[in-house]
C-alpha cells in the first residue's frame, strides 16, 4: 500500500507522522 511505502521511507517520515495523527484524530472525532 502507498500508506506503507510513505511510513518506509526515511524522508517522509514527517508526512508518515502527520499521517498517522490525523488517522488518530479522525478516528477520535467518529
Do not use: D
Request: aromatic fraction near 4%.
Amino acid at each position: 500500500p502507498k500508506q506503507k511505502l510513505l511510513c518506509g521511507s526515511a524522508q517522509h517520515v514527517v508526512l508518515c507522522g502527520a499521517l498517522i495523527g490525523y488517522t488518530i484524530t479522525t478516528a477520535k472525532s467518529m
